[in-house]
């Protein structure tokens, strides 16, 4: 709730959600924040996949996070095939969901 670039780009997570869904799994986390104002955001923002929070910055960490927001793609196996720091549009989550998952979006 705190980080204007990430609530400024989630929007856009949720209109891509909503077309891919169904094929690529979404989870968001709210990092250093609290419930109440992690739920207000998702509600704000019409995010409708799952999210949780890492208020110790250690989810944020493990996967290399250095600039909010940053966007973490792993595979079904658990495999880490990219990641982008900083917020992205739409059409760019589109372009990486179809290079790395072959997902047209």
């Given at each position: 709730?705190?980080?204007?670039?990430?609530?400024?780009?989630?929007?856009?997570?949720?209109?891509?959600?909503?077309?891919?869904?169904?094929?690529?799994?979404?989870?968001?986390?709210?990092?250093?924040?609290?419930?109440?104002?992690?739920?207000?955001?998702?509600?704000?923002?019409?995010?409708?996949?799952?999210?949780?929070?890492?208020?110790?910055?250690?989810?944020?960490?493990?996967?290399?996070?250095?600039?909010?927001?940053?966007?973490?793609?792993?595979?079904?196996?658990?495999?880490?095939?990219?990641?982008?720091s900083g917020a992205i549009s739409e059409s760019q989550l589109r372009d990486r969901l179809t290079d790395l998952f072959g997902v047209p979006a």
């Open positions: 709730s705190w980080c204007p670039p990430c609530r400024a780009e989630m929007p856009d997570f949720a209109a891509v959600h909503r077309d891919v869904g169904d094929r690529v799994g979404f989870l968001g986390l709210a990092t250093a924040d609290t419930r109440d104002a992690a739920a207000e955001l998702i509600e704000l923002t019409g995010v409708a996949y799952p999210w949780g929070l890492d208020p110790t910055l250690e989810v944020y960490a493990e996967f290399g996070g250095f600039q909010m927001p940053t966007t973490v793609y792993v595979t079904a196996d658990g495999e880490i095939a990219g990641s982008d």
